[in-house]
């Protein structure tokens, strides 16, 4: 019989969550939104109201009367929901443990309900606190003990699309965890996620790989900075001393990758004004990059694209701005990038070549 003191390790459900298994986090919605792992589902014990109030209680009042106040709002009807919440999740998804932001009063009170409806759970020892610290931990062991095999190329290349066709290798999309293309113009409409969380998530996949004992791990090769996010110090350095495998795809099939990811996708989702908004805003972040006069031509030719209203967008009539962008402002600078990483270098090939190549790794 479960006792409602027993917990898991944060060792143990760290493992457990690298593979995949899932935990109920019972923090309010602006701690999770702010720092979480993947594979938690989100039933809050108290919602960021409720959290508030209690809050301010305890700091004016004390314990005993923050606590009291807690039961009163989470009582009756609100408590029956909370506590169906939570069961529902557990149904749909077997989660081996719960946890709040500390392993205290909150996973304690949620695991002794659900302990009254039959549905033992432990909680993770010292929550969330104790998680993001093991996290941190491994970001600074695991990556120089893990091989790593990084693809470069120039924007456009087909770096992200090779690296979803390799789902049963050791792979860290960077990008996908920052929900973000790696550039001024690879804004995405859903927003990125927390800092916390995004590293967080970097440590459970290589905890993997490295329990796995992967033979070598393959990334993308990025800046430090995807979007507002930056990849953790140890990573960014593994992954500049890894050995480097450069894709040389034609400009015309790099034109053709850039127009699909930021118009005609984006198109599915905005209207002609929406997208051209967010490309000249996007334009105008890189604007002293560009230099002046060729900020104004791009700028002039992405608002040419758009003079005749099309709903459906034709690459006939966004290729020029589109090429003038590459050889002018990405190519510039992943050329200067690439020049410091010669002596990494283990392959040059095709999209096709080096697709092949690495999936017969």
Not at 112 to 128: D, K, M, S
Not at 207 to 231: A, T
Request: hydrophobic residues 35%; aromatic residues 8%.
């Amino acid at each position: 019989m479960l006792r409602t003191e027993e917990f898991v390790e944060p060792s143990d459900a760290f493992l457990r969550l690298s593979r995949g298994e899932f935990c109920i986090d019972v923090r309010s919605e602006g701690e999770h939104e702010s720092a979480t792992f993947s594979q938690t589902i989100l039933t809050p014990l108290l919602n960021n109201q409720e959290r508030k109030e209690v809050g301010t209680c305890y700091k004016m009042q004390g314990s005993k009367a923050a606590i009291d106040l807690g039961h009163r709002l989470i009582s009756g009807e609100i408590k029956d929901a909370r506590v169906k919440a939570m069961l529902n999740a557990s149904k749909k998804n077997k989660p081996f443990a719960l946890y709040c932001a500390r392993g205290g009063l909150r996973s304690k009170i949620s695991q002794e309900w659900l302990q009254a409806q039959g549905l033992e759970i432990p909680r993770i020892r010292g929550g969330y606190k104790f998680l993001r610290q093991y996290a941190l931990a491994q970001l600074e062991e695991l990556p120089s003990s893990l091989n790593f095999i990084v693809i470069g190329g120039r924007t456009g290349s087909g770096k992200t699309e090779i690296l979803k066709k390799l789902s049963n290798k050791a792979v860290l999309d960077l990008e996908g965890l920052a929900n973000h293309r790696g550039s001024a113009f690879g804004k995405h409409l859903n927003p990125q996620p927390g800092q916390a969380t995004f590293e967080n998530n970097i440590a459970l996949k290589l905890f993997r790989y490295s329990n796995d004992k992967s033979s070598y791990v393959i990334l993308e090769d990025e800046s430090k900075m995807i979007g507002k996010l930056k990849i953790p110090e140890k990573l960014f350095e593994a992954k500049r001393t890894s050995n480097l495998i450069v894709v040389e795809s034609p400009l015309t099939d790099r034109i053709e990758r850039i127009f699909k990811e930021y118009v005609l996708e984006p198109s599915a989702m905005l209207s002609p004004a929406e997208l051209q908004e967010l490309l000249l805003s996007s334009l105008t972040a890189v604007k002293k990059r560009l230099g002046g006069l060729m900020f104004g031509e791009v700028y002039q030719k992405i608002a040419d694209a758009f003079n005749d209203n099309s709903i459906e967008p034709q690459i006939s009539k966004h290729a020029a701005w589109i090429e003038l962008l590459l050889r002018h402002y990405y190519d510039p600078m992943y050329d200067k990038a690439l020049e410091k990483g010669e002596n990494r270098i283990l392959a040059k090939g095709s999209y096709q070549e080096i697709s092949s190549y690495l999936k017969s790794l």
